[in-house]
């Protein structure tokens, strides 16, 4: 995928297009600068798996869980890597990430990815988001092989 989005609601119905196709075990992976979309694409992903709060980022407090309306889910784990620097696999093994990939039936979504590409499986899907102007966004998604 390869799309440029006009606006941040049209962002948000990326992800929420996204969102209501995935499946147990999903792992996906935001890479991209500061407001090129990252957290309005995860809320859209939450309407998609029919979560009806109110996602906001979890920078400071690193994780955020929701509960996933939908059959066969369980939750919808939100990541955010922003703040770290050092240490960040260790950090997100404190989290208890390995357990939540293992339940099987969560999805999982990082943002900031890229700062620690160690602990990601083949099953992950990544978003590199770029900032194109003050409402327009490209998103490019793929999977390393």
Same mark, same amino acid.
């Given at each position: 995928m390869d799309i440029i989005t006009e606006n941040a609601q049209q962002t948000k119905e990326v992800g929420q297009k996204i969102g209501s196709d995935l499946d147990r075990g999903q792992i996906i992976a935001l890479t991209g600068e $500061? =407001?090129?979309? +990252? @957290?309005?694409?995860?809320?859209?992903?939450?309407?998609? $798996? =029919?979560?009806? +709060? @109110?996602?906001?980022?979890?920078?400071?407090i690193l994780m955020r869980q929701y509960r996933i309306h939908r059959n066969g889910l369980d939750k919808l784990y939100h990541i955010d890597l922003y703040r770290l620097d050092n240490n960040i696999t260790s950090e997100i093994?404190?989290?208890?990430?390995?357990?939540?990939?293992e339940a099987g039936d969560n999805v999982i979504v990082v943002e900031w990815a890229d700062k620690t590409k160690?602990?990601?499986?083949k099953n992950t899907t990544w978003f590199e988001f770029s900032y194109i102007d003050e409402s327009k966004r490209r998103i490019i998604s793929y999977r390393v092989k």
């Amino acid at each position: 995928m390869d799309i440029i989005t006009e606006n941040a609601q049209q962002t948000k119905e990326v992800g929420q297009k996204i969102g209501s196709d995935l499946d147990r075990g999903q792992i996906i992976a935001l890479t991209g600068e $500061l =407001g090129s979309g +990252k @957290t309005t694409f995860v809320q859209g992903l939450a309407l998609g $798996l =029919g979560i009806d +709060k @109110t996602l906001i980022s979890p920078t400071f407090i690193l994780m955020r869980q929701y509960r996933i309306h939908r059959n066969g889910l369980d939750k919808l784990y939100h990541i955010d890597l922003y703040r770290l620097d050092n240490n960040i696999t260790s950090e997100i093994v404190n989290l208890g990430f390995s357990e939540i990939v293992e339940a099987g039936d969560n999805v999982i979504v990082v943002e900031w990815a890229d700062k620690t590409k160690d602990i990601f499986t083949k099953n992950t899907t990544w978003f590199e988001f770029s900032y194109i102007d003050e409402s327009k966004r490209r998103i490019i998604s793929y999977r390393v092989k």
